[in-house]
């Protein structure tokens, strides 16, 4: 058998693309509940005009807040996840319902309530909760007050909502991440780090000071996880992209390799403790100044992660000048060309198996720690039939090839790999889209783009599938 008998198997997904009731409990409003969906969303993450629009005077229809209804339903959620077998169930906290303005001196005990019934209807059923403590949400106070991330007041500010939920639910939760896909905060500041950029030119500085105030934060709440919970164990989570040079030409590979050091230089910190010798010199030569204090070095040195955790869901190929000539391709780097030897998904994302077995194996040389798949899976639209049943079959076959690739890694490769929790394993709003037709799920719901549905769960043929995946530990496939 090539899993260990307590291989983690389970799902994810996140507070602000499932729970709604984005008022409800005492919440405050999130930056995940200014965003509108569709094909805009992208250009508006980018744009602060557009965002600080919606938070002054919100018009029209904001996805994320009703989302799934999670915030009502997850009884009879977390039942379905029960029924196929799950033995572990990521989800995020959202910062803004226990602390609404992020900068408030007193925890809102309603949002604490609502995590502790959440995580003991999952313990009833014998699933431990992987939590992350920030999943591409803040509260929009700390946007509006301090600029998000880009400042240095909002690391006590976590500090303080980490050591307060790591307090609340000690013996309750033994799985943390700190931040959700660090490296993506690179790409997408609002998104990620809560930061609006007024002027391009400052980009690169401020998304920098951002990450890097991030990253005194996630090692302090290792830190506060370590001391307040010496059983549990907390990882980093990177947005895991194998990339391959298009062609055999020195450029490409070379292109290959920036790409990928950039990907991972914020999980490099969090897993050796200091900066990757290029990115100094980047910052010396483009006169950035992240504001490293002698404090934050011994802070990063001395609190490591104790695993890695990572998505994935497809790779890209890269080209450096003109010597050939391609498609483009998907990315969140921007110039990514297209790969002729992989099909793509709905979405334009290149379905590579192999790939995955790759990144494991790239993780594993790089970190040696124990690597957790934390999201994987396919977004596509499913069809409900007459009689009600939802035939998805490509997402078996995504999956299964995916299954298959992290088998061999752990089997051939002797990966040492904790568990597996394909991304929305009940259908939730995307979070790059905003849409709900981007489905990732074994369980059905119904509502669509413009927000209209019952809401109503169903179990697609995967739910089926994957539940005799989990009962046969990864042997049917
Ligand atoms: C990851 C995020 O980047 O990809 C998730 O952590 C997200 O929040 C997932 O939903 C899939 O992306 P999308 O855009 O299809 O929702």
């Given amino acids: 058998m090539a899993f260990a008998k307590d291989f983690l198997w389970g ?7 499932a729970e709604g009731a984005y008022r409800e409990g005492g919440k405050g409003i999130a930056t995940s509940d200014v965003i509108h969906g569709g094909k805009g969303r992208f250009e508006e993450v980018q744009n602060p005009q557009a965002i600080r629009k919606n938070i002054e005077a ?14 009502h339903r997850y009884k009879d959620d977390v039942a379905l996840f029960a029924e196929m077998g799950f033995k572990v169930f990521r989800t995020s906290i959202s910062w803004a319902r226990i602390f609404p303005n992020g900068d408030d001196t007193q925890p809102n005990e309603q949002g604490l309530a609502f995590y502790d019934s959440l995580f003991d209807e999952l313990l009833k059923h014998g699933i431990q909760p992987l939590i992350t403590l920030s999943h591409w949400e803040l509260p929009i106070n700390l946007t509006k007050k301090y600029n998000g991330w880009a400042s240095r007041d909002l690391i006590p500010l976590f500090e303080r909502y980490a050591k307060t939920v790591f307090e609340r639910y000690k013996g309750k939760v033994k799985y943390w991440l700190t931040f959700n896909e660090i490296n993506m905060s690179l790409h997408k500041p609002f998104k990620g780090a809560g930061v609006l950029i007024d002027d391009p030119a400052q980009r690169e500085a401020l998304t920098y000071r951002a990450c890097h105030n991030k990253l005194v934060a996630s090692a302090l709440a290792v830190k506060a996880c370590h001391e307040i919970l010496p059983d549990a164990k907390i990882g980093s989570m990177v947005a895991s992209i194998t990339v391959y040079p298009y062609t055999s030409h020195p450029d490409d590979n070379w292109k290959r390799l920036e790409i990928e050091r950039e990907s991972y230089a914020l999980t490099d910190v969090q897993t050796r403790g200091k900066y990757p010798a290029w990115l100094k010199r980047q910052f010396e030569k483009n006169g950035i ?15 490591t992660v104790d695993f890695v955790s990572f998505s994935y869901y497809f790779s890209n190929a890269v080209l450096s000048g003109d010597h050939a000539s391609a498609e483009p391709g998907t990315s969140i780097f921007g110039d990514a060309v297209r790969n002729p030897y992989i099909k793509t998904s709905e979405w334009g994302w290149q379905i590579d198996p192999k790939g995955l077995r790759i990144a494991l194996n790239f993780l594993h040389d790089r970190y040696q720690k124990p690597l957790f798949i934390v999201e994987n899976g396919l977004g596509a639209k499913d069809v409900v039939e007459a009689d009600g049943a939802i ?13 298959k690739a992290m088998k061999a890694a752990v089997e051939k ?10 991304w929305g394993c009940i259908d939730i709003i995307s979070a790059g889209t905003g849409e709900m037709s981007k489905r990732y799920g074994f369980i059905y719901v119904d509502r669509d783009d413009e927000g209209k549905g019952t809401l109503n769960r169903s179990r697609k043929k995967s739910f089926f599938w994957y539940k005799g995946v989990i009962a046969s530990n990864g042997e049917n496939l």
């Fill in 11 to 17: 799902g994810a997904i996140a507070a602000h693309q």
């Fill in 58 to 71: 919100p018009e029209g229809y904001f996805p994320e807040h009703i989302a799934v209804d999670f915030y």
């Fill in 289 to 303: 100044d992240i504001g490293m204090t002698a404090d934050d070095e011994k802070i990063l040195r001395e609190h």
């Fill in 391 to 403: 035939n998805d079959d490509y997402r078996i076959e995504y999956l299964r090839e995916h299954i």
């Fill in 413 to 422: 490769d002797g990966i040492n790999l904790m568990g597996y929790t394909p």
